[in-house]
């Protein structure tokens, strides 16, 4: 069965980037069978869909935070990427990884809580 | 965006009970590609339903989804302990973005 672990620092200085990574196990990141997202829950805003990747690195992100967020894949490591750009207090969250299959987001990583504070 | 509006917000049951929970869309969700996921405190969402009505993998025939286009309902028939929980509906038919509603927590009552 494949599993999801998020990693990176808990805690990010405004202005800031805000960087996790995703490491997959039990399943390989390279089949094109899949894409791989991010999404992120707060207090303030509840569950938000932040965007994927795909195998091959193309990417949809969503329009609200498009222009600070990328993406990315590494098949060599089975692993795929955040970063999220010039972060706020807003930007604290859990975040959590994600497989999708036909579209559906149908298994999680357990998430990882960011912090932005100075 | 498609907002989905979650109601009610909480619903208070007893074990054995049924729960009807309701996810209206503010447009027309396209091939009925909406889910619904369970979350525990201190967990991850778990995928229960997709496509409005087929049950992922492992979850239990007392959960139920349906409904089409704005209206979607999902059902959990004679609650069990574990059941109790934040359910929350989410769309992914929209090319701009995928959307979750606000939730509904089933508590004991």
């Known amino acids: 069965q494949v599993q999801l672990q998020e990693s990176g620092p808990g805690l990010v200085k405004p202005s800031q980037t805000l960087s996790l990574t995703c490491t997959v196990s039990?399943?390989?990141?390279?089949?094109?069978?899949?894409?791989w997202s991010w999404i992120r829950q707060s207090a303030g805003k509840g569950l938000e869909w932040i965007g994927r990747v795909g195998a091959s690195g193309s990417t949809k992100y969503d329009p609200s935070l498009e222009s600070r967020v990328t993406i990315s894949v590494d098949t060599s490591k089975n692993q795929f990427s955040l970063k999220l750009t010039s972060v706020t207090a807003a930007d604290t969250a859990v975040y959590y990884c994600a497989r999708v299959l036909n579209w559906v987001l149908d298994y999680w990583g357990q998430g990882t809580l960011v912090t932005v504070s100075s | 965006e498609i907002v989905l509006t979650q109601s009610p917000g909480t619903l208070s049951l007893s074990p054995g009970e049924r729960a009807t929970l309701s996810c209206r869309a503010s447009q027309s969700v396209n091939n009925n590609l909406l889910a619904w996921f369970q979350q525990k405190p201190g967990q991850a969402p778990r995928l229960l339903i997709y496509?409005?009505?087929s049950r992922a993998t492992g979850i239990p025939d007392r959960f139920s989804g349906s409904g089409s286009g704005t209206d979607f309902t999902l059902t959990i028939n004679r609650l069990e302990p574990e059941d109790f929980a934040v359910y929350y509906c989410q769309q992914y038919s929209s090319s701009l973005t995928w959307t979750f509603g606000q939730g509904t927590k089933v508590e004991i009552k």
């Open positions: 039990g399943g390989s990141i390279s089949s094109g069978s899949y894409y």
């Open positions: 496509g409005a009505s």
